[in-house]
């Protein structure tokens, strides 16, 4: 375990099913598997970082909005830039959208590499070749 590194990222959402159909499966096709379920959440593991989406009952009604303050994405590793590509084809099919086409796949820069993609309820997901490091 390194001192400091991230424990877990709770997302509230409006939906559960709608949360584990596009973050649930993205995270699956990058090898998290599930580690908690209840009535009204989920969550995915992988190594000792864990992701929940959770349809709390005290969040508010004021939809996710990624441009306020707050959570604005979560960028992923994905080992090599055909991965991104392969990855991001399958999420255009599982309720993602592509945001910044008209500069992908450099939307970070010239030389970043990265899919960013977002789902029905506004979140946004990175997904950023790597080496394999």
């Known amino acids: 375990m390194t001192h400091g590194a991230l424990h877990h990222v709770e997302l509230w959402v409006p939906d559960v099913t ?5 973050i649930g499966w993205l995270l699956r096709e990058l090898g998290w598997v599930e580690h908690q379920r209840w009535p ?4 995915w593991k992988l190594g000792t970082t864990y992701v929940v989406v959770e349809r709390s009952p005290a969040m508010g ?3 996710h909005e990624r441009l306020r303050p ?3 994405h979560l960028a992923l590793h994905v080992t090599g830039r055909e991965a991104v590509d392969e990855l991001t084809r399958k999420a255009l099919g599982n ?6 086409a008209d500069r992908h796949p450099h939307a970070g820069g010239p030389d970043h590499y990265a899919a960013y993609l977002e789902n029905a309820d506004g979140f946004e997901v990175e997904l ?3 080496t394999g490091e």
């Not at 309720?95 to 910044?100: A, D, I, K, V």
């Open 18 to 22: 709608r949360a584990e159909d596009t």
């Open 40 to 43: 009204a959440g989920v969550s």
């Open 61 to 63: 009604a004021v939809p």
């Open 70 to 72: 707050g959570l604005n």
């Open 95 to 100: 309720g993602w959208s592509l945001l910044f």
């Open 128 to 130: 950023v070749a790597t």
